[in-house]
């Protein structure tokens, strides 16, 4: 597992909020890591299943951003486990994925993902812009 403290603008709206970001294409992985920092979030990064349980149930973070294909257990089910656990059924995950099936984003929504992005169609803004939203939907 990765961790990184911010180094931010004050007035961002993600300043401080703890984000797990699981994904295992390390290029992808460092784009996307240096961004949330860039907001000012306390980023946790791994692409292993385990660890994301884990760390959820000892950071107890605001949000998880969640790949679906991983080596070993796949982002579906994490989400199954996290929705599952009374602990941290409460934490919203959005999924972050190159499957663009309609089959695999209902599949996401049902399982209990907040969001599902494509890859290929949002922008690293717009992932910001997501995450920002997630997390008001979730505070009101």
């Known amino acids: 597992m990765e961790h990184s403290e911010?180094?931010?603008?004050?007035?961002?709206?993600?300043?401080?909020?703890?984000?797990?970001?699981?994904e295992d294409?390390?290029?992808?992985?460092?784009?996307?890591?240096?961004?949330?920092?860039?907001?000012?979030?306390?980023l946790f990064h791994t692409a292993d299943g385990e660890e994301v349980l884990r760390i959820l149930k000892k950071e107890k973070p605001d949000l998880v951003l969640l790949d679906i294909l991983l080596s070993g257990m796949d982002g579906?089910?994490?989400?199954?486990?996290i929705k599952e656990d009374a602990e941290t059924r409460g934490t919203p995950v959005i999924l972050l994925s190159n499957?663009?099936?309609?089959?695999?984003?209902?599949k996401g929504k049902a399982l209990g993902a907040a969001r599902f992005l494509v890859k290929a169609m949002v922008s690293l803004d717009e992932i910001i812009g997501e995450i920002e939203a997630v997390l008001r939907e979730v505070e009101k």
């Not at 180094?7 to 984000?19: I, S």
């Not at 294409?25 to 306390?42: N, Q, T, Y």
């Not at 663009?100 to 984003?105: A, F, M, V, Y």
Request: charged letters at 40%.
């Open 76 to 81: 579906f089910e994490i989400l199954r486990r």
């Open 25 to 42: 294409d390390k290029f992808l992985s460092e784009i996307i890591a240096r961004k949330l920092i860039a907001h000012g979030c306390v």
């Open 99 to 106: 499957l663009s099936k309609k089959e695999d984003i209902e």
């Open 6 to 22: 911010p180094a931010h603008d004050e007035r961002d709206g993600l300043v401080g909020r703890k984000v797990v970001w699981v």
